[in-house]
């Protein structure tokens, strides 16, 4: 098994995992993550993966720090009278307060998270014993004053007499300095005492205890016959509180040897989920999902990717990988070219069910699902023994031995060029009766090969399934990318000429395949040919429905947009007619009023007449704005006529006429115009059929399209003006401008123009399915 995991590279997974763990033991516990025993076992840790992995991605951290290994703390606890260092104990506390931080961390987060919830009760929660000990000892290991009253009183006594006898040797170094007796004025310390440098040929001439020397000699350290006592005294407060930090460590190790047990089991399980975090974190990291695990031997891989390439490449750079294998099918046998990635396909699947059985989030789409195989055979690489006197087959040959003496319903079986490196007809033989002998047993296999013999034996065998790697036969480069059912060519011959060997060369060598052998592999070529070629128009159908469906949306969206437009327009008419008849009414019963009132007064009478007439006039004004324009065609237009747009309001004067165009100055510009499109503005209209009263708001035609090609740039930007006033007045959102691409001035000048006309909301260039770059799509408000 670990031979089969190093072939597959699970130790580098398992290195980038480690990367996340917090602590040197999760990382210990990263190194030995192997495939679980049972299934029960690896959804379990799956679905703790998960759980792990939501946390991270909604709280950013937990609150794991980087503890130390505590069980040689705790065994050495366990004895008693035993005292553990400052430092084992601060361990411990770390451990304390991690396991504290934890429990209520995820207690918090139970019922959002059910797959932690059994860990919780692991989780020491033992604040007596985490603050005695961190009140005892600092950051740094060192026992604090307030640890004991004793500890307290020991050390301000020591501070006292040291400061005392430092005054002392002050006193007496000065002394013997004037007398030119002292190295140094400095007090120093031998042996635990302080003692004053003096000079070698001086030191009878200072009474004391001469404690050491320099390396030269020149100095001695005297400590003075004067303040022997004050240095005994100080050394006994010394031995005192050496004694007193002893007693407060034993104290604090028996606190520690009374919860040993649930520590120990609360520390274990710190570990486990210190490698569970960062499992979730690398799964993070690799856009994992947790695979189905299958009660049935299948692998069903959808986009699945090779964990350790996604270690060294972007994630766009990895070309995705799905298989489906298991049920009627059992083995599969991958063909291609050499360098195609039939390897890596190999690894990838291989890896990727270890990961799974290992209770590890895998690279791949979220319909994965794999079996939790027992046992995985791998012969990747060549493993030729120069010790065991082994060549390349003959070790191929004792992998297959190994492969046959155990595999079996539950195993997998990863075999990279199978049959190679002897005969290749006795090779294809042997690789045949292997894979039928693994069909029979109903182990799942999967092998790569690059003998023609193996691609029709899968194709004819119930059982086994032909795989390729795509090569793109235009510049004979792999794709990478697994064909499922198809086998492959080699390419041979084509990588051949493709590096420049002659054409005499690849002829000779097609002679020498034989026709069959030649016609197999050209139908393998030209079969690739038309399945990319197939792919090619599929993908341009698809983009093209996406197009039409984008366009469908939002024509129903504008559709939508108009009828509530419309609606409010109707309902905005309605509100203002009602006015205009409560208006009139009042009017003309006032009117009413007045004249009755009045007993025939002339006055009163003509003044509500005048009533009745001014309403009538607002109305008829009123009537007026919304009656539809009068026919003006059989008006005859002259040299000197002031005219407008028949769609605008731009005014003008005809200077000249030539036909069925008329030349009209338009402020500083003169433009040329249809005289259909112009309206005299001085002229009679020609009467309406009809009554005034009754006609309805008419719009004017307008387009959703103005094409002004071939105009200038002056004629251009005057049919765009008209074809805008149409069409806000008509209520369109949207007018599409073709000026054709040309030198692309005719399109400068239009949207130079559209920068600051009224109405426009916004414009842009039409995507290639509307025109490109030819023509310009305007909103308009």
């Known amino acids: 098994m670990d031979l089969a995991l190093r072939k597959l590279e699970f130790p580098k997974v398992l290195e980038r995992i480690a990367h996340h763990a917090m602590s040197s033991p999760g990382r210990d516990a990263v190194a030995r993550i192997t495939p679980f025993a049972s299934s029960a076992a690896i959804r379990r840790r799956l679905d703790e993966t998960t759980a792990a992995k939501e946390i991270l991605v909604e709280e950013h951290a937990v609150p794991l720090s980087s503890f130390r290994d505590i069980r040689p703390h705790l065994r050495k606890a366990a004895v008693a009278h035993q005292g553990l260092p400052a430092v084992e104990l601060l361990d411990i506390a770390?451990?304390?307060?991690?396991?504290?931080?934890?429990?209520?961390?995820?207690?918090?987060?139970?019922?959002?998270?059910?797959?932690?919830?059994?860990?919780?009760?692991?989780?020491?929660?033992?604040?007596?014993?985490?603050?005695?000990?961190?009140?005892?000892?600092?950051?740094?290991?060192?026992?604090?004053?307030?640890?004991?009253?004793?500890?307290?009183r020991l050390r301000n006594d020591m501070a006292s007499t040291r400061e005392g006898l430092q005054r002392r040797l002050a006193s007496?170094?000065?002394?013997?300095?004037?007398?030119?007796?002292?190295?140094?004025?400095?007090?120093?310390?031998?042996?635990?005492?302080?003692?004053?440098?003096?000079?070698?040929?001086?030191?009878?001439?200072?009474?004391?205890?001469?404690?050491?020397?320099?390396?030269?000699?020149?100095?001695?350290?005297?400590?003075?016959?004067?303040?022997?006592?004050?240095?005994?005294?100080?050394?006994?407060?010394?031995?005192?509180?050496?004694?007193?930090?002893?007693r407060i460590l034993a104290a604090l190790t028996a606190q520690v040897a009374e919860v040993g047990g649930p520590l120990e089991a609360s520390y274990h399980t710190l570990v486990d989920l210190d490698a569970l975090f960062a499992s979730a974190?690398?799964?993070?990291?690799?856009?994992?999902?947790?695979?189905?695990?299958?009660?049935?031997?299948?692998?069903?891989?959808?986009?699945?990717?090779?964990?350790?390439?996604?270690?060294?490449?972007?994630?766009?750079?990895?070309?995705?990988?799905?298989?489906?294998?298991?049920?009627?099918?059992?083995?599969?046998?991958?063909?291609?070219?050499?360098?195609?990635?039939?390897?890596?396909?190999?690894?990838?699947?291989?890896?990727?069910?270890?990961?799974?059985?290992?209770?590890?989030h895998v690279p791949a789409g979220s319909a994965t699902a794999l079996f939790p195989f027992e046992r995985f055979f791998v012969d990747i690489g060549d493993d030729q023994s120069i010790e065991h006197d082994l060549s390349t087959f003959s070790s191929h040959l004792v992998l297959l031995r190994t492969i046959l003496d155990g595999a079996d319903e539950r195993s997998l079986v990863?075999?990279?060029?199978?049959?190679?490196?002897?005969?290749?007809?006795?090779?294809?033989?042997?690789?045949?009766?292997?894979?039928?002998?693994?069909?029979?047993?109903?182990?799942?296999?999967?092998?790569?090969?690059?003998?023609?013999?193996?691609k029709a034996f899968a194709h004819s065998t119930e059982g086994i399934a032909n795989g390729s790697m795509e090569?793109?036969?235009?510049?004979?480069?792999?794709?990478?990318?697994?064909?499922?059912?198809?086998?492959?060519?080699?390419?041979?011959?084509?990588?051949?000429?493709?590096?420049?060997?002659?054409?005499?060369?690849?002829?000779?060598?097609?002679?020498?395949?034989?026709?069959?052998?030649?016609?197999?592999?050209?139908?393998?070529?030209?079969?690739?040919?038309?399945?990319?070629?197939?792919?090619?128009?599929?993908?341009?159908?698809?983009?093209?429905?996406?197009?039409?469906?984008?366009?469908?949306?939002?024509?129903?969206?504008?559709?939508?947009?108009?009828?509530?437009?419309?609606?409010?327009?109707?309902?905005?008419?309605?509100?203002?007619?009602?006015?205009?008849?409560?208006?009139?009414?009042?009017?003309?019963?006032?009117?009413?009023?007045?004249?009755?009132?009045?007993?025939?007064?002339?006055?009163?009478?003509?003044?509500?007449?005048?009533?009745?007439?001014?309403?009538?006039?607002?109305?008829?004004?009123?009537?007026?704005?919304?009656?539809?324009?009068?026919?003006?065609?059989?008006?005859?237009?002259?040299?000197?006529?002031?005219?407008?747009?028949?769609?605008?309001?731009?005014e003008g004067e005809i200077v000249d006429i030539e036909g069925e165009r008329a030349t009209v100055v338009v402020g500083s510009m003169r433009v040329r115009m249809e005289l259909r499109d112009l309206v005299r503005m001085s002229g009679s209209r020609a009467a309406t059929t009809g009554s005034p009263s009754t006609?309805?708001?008419?719009?004017?035609?307008?387009?959703?399209?103005?094409?002004?090609?071939?105009?200038?740039g002056d004629e251009a930007i005057v049919q765009v003006e008209m074809a805008l006033e149409r069409a806000v007045v008509a209520g369109l959102h949207r007018v599409d401008i073709i000026h054709g691409k040309g030198t692309g001035a005719l399109r400068k000048r239009v949207t130079e123009y559209l920068k600051n006309a009224p109405h426009v909301r916004a414009h842009r260039l039409a995507d290639w399915n509307e025109g490109g770059a030819g023509v310009t799509v305007v909103e308009l408000d």
């Open 281 to 360: 974190r690398y799964s993070i990291e690799i856009v994992g999902v947790a695979p189905e695990i299958s009660d049935a031997p299948i692998i069903r891989i959808e986009d699945g990717r090779h964990p350790v390439l996604l270690q060294r490449h972007d994630r766009s750079e990895v070309v995705a990988l799905s298989v489906d294998l298991g049920g009627p099918e059992t083995s599969l046998v991958i063909t291609g070219p050499n360098a195609g990635g039939k390897t890596v396909a190999l690894k990838t699947i291989g890896l990727l069910c270890v990961c799974a059985a290992s209770g590890l």
């Open 94 to 152: 770390l451990v304390l307060r991690t396991s504290r931080e934890m429990h209520l961390f995820l207690k918090r987060r139970t019922e959002r998270f059910p797959a932690l919830a059994h860990v919780v009760p692991t989780l020491i929660l033992d604040r007596v014993v985490e603050y005695n000990i961190t009140q005892a000892i600092d950051e740094q290991g060192m026992i604090r004053d307030a640890a004991s009253h004793e500890l307290r």
């Open 471 to 650: 090569f793109d036969p235009q510049t004979l480069r792999p794709t990478f990318r697994f064909r499922p059912g198809i086998p492959g060519s080699s390419y041979a011959l084509e990588l051949a000429g493709r590096i420049g060997l002659s054409s005499e060369i690849l002829d000779r060598a097609r002679r020498r395949l034989g026709s069959d052998k030649t016609r197999l592999e050209s139908l393998l070529v030209e079969l690739d040919r038309r399945r990319q070629e197939m792919l090619e128009a599929q993908e341009s159908l698809r983009q093209r429905s996406e197009a039409v469906d984008r366009s469908t949306v939002d024509l129903a969206e504008r559709l939508k947009a108009l009828r509530e437009e419309s609606r409010a327009e109707k309902a905005r008419a309605v509100r203002e007619a009602r006015e205009i008849v409560k208006n009139a009414s009042r009017t003309i019963e006032q009117a009413v009023r007045d004249v009755r009132e009045s007993s025939g007064d002339l006055t009163k009478i003509k003044a509500a007449r005048g009533q009745v007439e001014s309403q009538k006039t607002i109305l008829e004004a009123q009537e007026r704005e919304v009656a539809p324009p009068m026919p003006e065609e059989s008006v005859e237009l002259a040299l000197g006529d002031r005219v407008r747009m028949r769609a605008g309001s731009t």
């Open 414 to 454: 990863l075999v990279d060029e199978i049959g190679s490196g002897t005969d290749p007809e006795e090779g294809s033989a042997l690789a045949m009766a292997v894979l039928e002998e693994l069909r029979i047993r109903r182990a799942l296999c999967v092998a790569t090969t690059h003998q023609g013999s193996l």
């Open 695 to 712: 006609g309805g708001l008419e719009l004017p035609t307008a387009s959703p399209e103005v094409d002004v090609r071939g105009l200038t």
């Open 172 to 246: 007496i170094l000065r002394r013997v300095s004037e007398q030119e007796f002292a190295q140094d004025e400095i007090i120093t310390t031998r042996d635990g005492r302080l003692v004053i440098p003096i000079k070698s040929e001086f030191k009878g001439r200072v009474p004391g205890f001469v404690h050491s020397s320099s390396a030269s000699g020149a100095t001695v350290f005297i400590e003075p016959t004067e303040t022997l006592e004050l240095n005994n005294s100080l050394r006994e407060l010394q031995l005192a509180e050496q004694r007193e930090i002893l």
